[in-house]
């Protein structure tokens, strides 16, 4: 139910961010009555985390090892605590199935915690928080020994744990006090893994361009050299229809006009 509200609420302010400071204004005045009190700053929202990466993701892997682990009441009760906030990196579930199986299995269960601790800032950051925190190393959850730096190449911000260093690929919920960043990869410290991967990594993952290839899944029979080319004129070919259709409905509106 709470997430119902969540989701309101974001909608609400995605509409109102979309309407011009006036036009805002303008909307929410007549809905005053003349006699009402000046509205009370309203209390920060109430996030459920389990419920928040239960509808996203899927994050199904991290919610079961945080649960499992306990360590969602230490992140529920940051985000609960309203003055420092809280922020998430939460890797999807083919993030963890890359990994080698026995890479998080063969963790001693403090270990494992310190992981998932890992995974997270004691306080709330936005996106552009970030940018003016690059190249220093932040401290997460897990501790002094658990350091993450975050570098922001040219609005691409990437989290560097010491044996990965993936990119935040969504923003899954940014709202004081509560920020939860999508990974495509597992955030592995050298306070764990202490020699070169224990981890065997799968194949590299789909790189940062491969979101591009979902947008021509028509073209997949062609071979790479070409699907560009063929890709930009079909697009060319597209604005001149485009521009021909509009050409067409302007003369039709000036006959229109003439009779
Ligand atoms: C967080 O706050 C909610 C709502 O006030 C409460 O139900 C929940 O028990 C709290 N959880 C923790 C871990 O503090
Ligand atoms: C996982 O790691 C172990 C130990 O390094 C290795 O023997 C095994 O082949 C690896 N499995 C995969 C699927 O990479
Ligand atoms: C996990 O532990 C087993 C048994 O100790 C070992 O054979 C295997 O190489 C370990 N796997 C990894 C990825 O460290
Ligand atoms: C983080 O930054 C510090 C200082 O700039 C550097 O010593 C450290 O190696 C960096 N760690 C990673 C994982 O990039």
Redesign the pocket.
Known sequence: MSLNIIFTAAITIVILSTLSPTNAQIAAAPSLSPSSAPAPAPAPPFVNLANLLSVAGPFNTFLNYITQTKVIQTFQNQANDTKQGLTLFVPKDSAFSSL????LSNLTSDQLKSLLLFHAFPKYYSLSDFKTLTATPINTFAGGSYPLNLTDVAGLIKVHSDWTNPKISSSVYSTFPVAVYELDQVLLPQSIFSTTP?V?L?PAPAPDISPASDLAPSLSGLSPKSSESVNNESSASAICINLLNYFIFAVAGGFMLML
Do not use: V
Not at 100 to 103: D, M, V
């Open positions: 080698n199986q026995s890479t224990l065997a799968a």
